[in-house]
């Protein structure tokens, strides 16, 4: 991987996602966790209207989303892996966005894992 590109991981559930990177986010340092960003969860909230219930989950998905997308914006390349199918939910998001139409987003798929093996991961998929 070219070290002249902004580079970043995002690991993601439908809940909870870690940005990792490094330090100038080119490969250059070790990556780390830089970010956390949850989901703003009303589940439990009383909707007795179906529609009102799904608009109110795709609101909080799209902030969420934004949320993420907020502390990735500058990146060339990024790798989206996590259990689930929010990973493929917010490469379309991405693709959606006009800042992040020349980006390069890989989805990978991963369980619920470890801090340390997020971070692991990541390296492994930059740096071979």
Request: with cysteine; glycine share 6%; aromatic share 8%.
């Amino acid at each position: 991987m070219s070290n002249s590109k902004k580079v970043s991981g995002v690991w993601m559930d439908s809940k909870h996602a870690n940005i990792i990177a490094t330090g100038d986010r080119a490969n250059h340092g070790n990556f780390e966790i830089v970010a956390t960003v949850a989901c703003d969860d009303h589940e439990g909230a009383d909707h007795k209207n179906e529609k009102v219930e799904h608009a109110k989950e795709s609101q909080e998905q799209k902030k969420y989303f934004k949320a993420i997308a907020s502390h990735i914006d500058e990146d060339q390349v990024i790798y989206v892996f996590g259990p689930g199918k929010a990973q493929e939910q917010f490469k379309n998001y991405l693709e959606e966005q006009h800042n992040f139409k020349s980006t390069k987003v890989t989805l990978g798929t991963s369980d619920k894992i470890t801090h340390n093996e997020m971070v692991a991961k990541v390296k492994h998929f930059f740096e071979g």
